[in-house]
């Protein structure tokens, strides 16, 4: 029972919600240790701002949109290896 109750601890959910998924033959994960879908929304809050940012820089030759470009790749990035990080089956 003090198994049963670490693992349904680690997983963060109810011991009868992980009992009835390992009956069911599902995949059982531990909970992550951030609020996942925050952070999420957060890297793309930030990525959609650099986004807006470069078309208005763009129509106005400001910037050095390339480079700024380069930046909101290297944040897609970010966000994919967070996917592959706290997401077990990916997206």
């Not at 919600?17 to 929304?41: G, M, N, Q, T, W």
Request: no cysteine; glycine share 4%; aromatic share 6%.
């Amino acid at each position: 029972m003090k198994k049963l109750d670490g693992k349904v601890k680690k997983a963060g959910m109810s011991r009868e919600h992980y009992v009835r998924k390992i009956l069911a033959d599902s995949r059982v994960y531990e909970a992550l240790p951030v609020d996942f879908p925050k952070l999420i929304r957060e890297v793309n809050r930030v990525g959609s701002n650099i986004d807006q940012i470069l078309r208005i820089a763009y129509s106005k030759n400001l910037l050095d949109v390339p480079r700024l470009r380069e930046e909101l790749d290297e944040l897609d990035a970010i966000e994919d290896a967070m996917w592959k990080a706290f997401a077990p089956d990916g997206r």
